[in-house]
């Protein structure tokens, strides 16, 4: 009699040294094995249940609700909410997109936010992409501009163009439902074709089939155009920051700037490991060439010997922040990789740049 009710004890000992252990946890232990929360909704007035490890966001649009979101991975900020009651895990997300002092404030991004509790939220009303149209584009053409990345031409049905701003971006629909974005690389002006560079990501569903099956005349259906990554009216220099296709907007915006003859100081560092992944720096150099207002600057961050690479070299960042000791009364935009965005921020903050005139389009490569 005695083994059996050591053993019940020892058992009860354990569970009540869980209960105790779990608050201290990290939220990624955390993470599904708390009880299921319920969200109430402003302006909507209505009342969810949140499932265990769900976002916000997740369970708005789940339950019908028109919230706002764009890019779905803490990198846009337009999904802030404010949080009216209850606590949140604020999840992975861009710096760029949710301050220190807005989350001190109450706001949160509902595409990353796991609730801790019962939460009560508040959200802008009339944000919400619900009504971004979806169009069946076709593919036009396709050119292999390096190894890993391809240049699609995509049509639209004879006489419809599709009017957005340059920086801009699309979504590409699979047949489930996902969505993989892509950002314009042609100027609004030049609309015939809509113009996408893909980078081919290793175990990529959706780039793995641009590279190996997708031919020209295959249907593309697709939503947009989204995103507020353009650029300000002001009269500030302009610093350019891609990484990788990352250079693919800052085309568009560029090519745009040159239309409409801006003659603001435009400067170009565009980074990348190797110099075949500077896919169209021809193209770079020629503006440097024809514009006199427009410096292009390349840096590789893994060159090899056999490269010969006489260039700048490192992290791109880094080139920006040597170049320029102080970087109060710039603007600077930045489009690439979420890794080189996180970096590139504090540095440039730490430079003297005001956070209002630093500008961001990260994106997070998926392979499912």
């Known amino acids: 009699y005695i083994w059996p009710l050591g053993r019940v004890w020892l058992l009860l000992f ?73 606590s949140v895990d604020y999840g992975d997300y861009q710096a760029g997109a949710l301050g220190d002092a807005e989350k001190a404030q109450g706001t949160a991004l509902m595409c990353c936010a796991i609730p801790r509790s019962d939460l009560e939220i508040e959200y802008a009303a009339g944000n919400a992409t619900a009504n971004v149209q979806t169009y069946i584009g076709r593919v036009h053409g396709m050119e292999r501009l390096s190894d890993e990345v391809m240049r699609l031409l995509v049509s639209l049905p004879a006489g419809e163009r599709l009017q ?32 996408l560079h893909i980078r081919l990501i290793a175990g990529g569903r959706f780039t793995t089939h641009v590279f190996d099956h997708m031919k020209v005349g295959d249907d593309l259906r697709f939503e947009g155009p989204l995103g507020s990554f353009f650029l300000r009216d002001s009269d500030r220099p302009i610093i350019f920051v891609a990484g990788a296709t990352g250079f693919a907007p800052i085309k568009s915006i560029v090519e745009d700037a040159f239309h409409r003859g801006l003659r603001r100081t435009m400067l170009l560092y565009w980074g990348a490991r190797r110099p075949g992944d500077l896919y ?40 920006i922040v040597g170049d320029f000791p102080d970087l109060k009364g710039y603007e600077i935009y930045v489009c690439g990789s979420a890794k080189m965005v996180d970096s590139a921020f504090p540095a440039f903050l730490e430079q003297g740049l005001s956070e209002e005139y630093c500008f961001s389009d990260a994106f997070l490569p998926s392979s499912s």
Not at 39 to 55: F, K, W, Y
């Open 164 to 195: 957005f701003v340059a920086g801009q971006y699309i979504n590409i629909l699979l047949a489930d439902g996902q969505r993989r974005a892509f950002s314009f690389a042609n100027p609004p002006q030049q609309d015939e074709f809509i113009e």
């Open 14 to 86: 354990a569970a009540t040294a869980v209960f105790a252990v779990m608050p201290w946890l990290p939220p990624k232990f955390r993470r599904g094995a708390k009880r299921e929360f319920h969200l109430r909704v402003h302006p909507d007035n209505r009342s969810i249940a949140l499932r265990p490890g769900e976002t916000i966001l997740e369970a708005g649009l789940r339950a019908g609700i028109g919230l706002p979101f764009e890019c779905r991975n803490g990198a846009c900020g337009k999904c802030k909410c404010t949080l009216l009651h209850g």
């Open 280 to 319: 169209m720096m021809e193209l770079a150099q020629r503006w440097q060439q024809e514009h006199d207002n427009f410096k292009f600057v390349p840096v590789l961050s893994e060159s090899r010997p056999e490269d010969q690479w006489r260039g700048r070299s490192g992290l791109v960042h880094v080139a």
